[in-house]
């Protein structure tokens, strides 16, 4: 078993930054996929970002490409999101994930994933 908590959430104005922490206990990170999803009010969880066990590959949606960047620690089992240049349209509920295994096309899907945390809320005001 895997348990994942997120923090590092909180309001910021628009145009700031916030850098999210997902920190892992029960197993080591180190052979998972991570992977970094949002749900904002009244839509569908949407991925956000996704890295490979060796933090040497990583894919980010276009809608944050260029402002979001996700990394991993695997010394300190913990996954990040730096967050940049932030909008309103970024307020939302923001996940962790982690999956053994999965292709990458199937790490764009929250389905693939077994384990989750229980999210952060970024709220960005205008």
């Known amino acids: 078993q895997v348990q994942l908590v997120e923090s590092g959430g909180g309001l910021v104005q628009a145009g700031g930054s916030l850098r999210l922490s997902c920190a892992a206990s029960?197993?080591?990170?180190?052979?998972?996929?991570m992977a970094w999803f949002r749900q904002a009010p009244g839509k569908e969880r949407e991925f956000v970002a996704t890295?490979?066990?060796?933090?040497?590959?990583?894919y980010t949606a276009d809608s944050v490409k260029g402002r979001f960047t996700i990394s991993r620690d695997n010394a300190k089992n913990t996954v990040y999101l730096q967050m940049n240049s932030l909008k309103p349209e970024d307020t939302a509920i923001y996940y962790c994930?982690?999956?053994?295994?999965?292709?990458?096309?199937?790490?764009?899907?929250?389905?693939?994933?077994?384990?989750w945390g229980q999210g952060t809320q970024v709220t960005v005001s205008s």
């Open positions: 994930a982690a999956t053994l295994g999965t292709s990458f096309s199937g790490s764009l899907y929250d389905y693939n994933y077994n384990y």
């Open positions: 029960g197993r080591t990170l180190s052979r998972y996929r």
């Open positions: 890295i490979i066990w060796s933090g040497s590959s990583t």
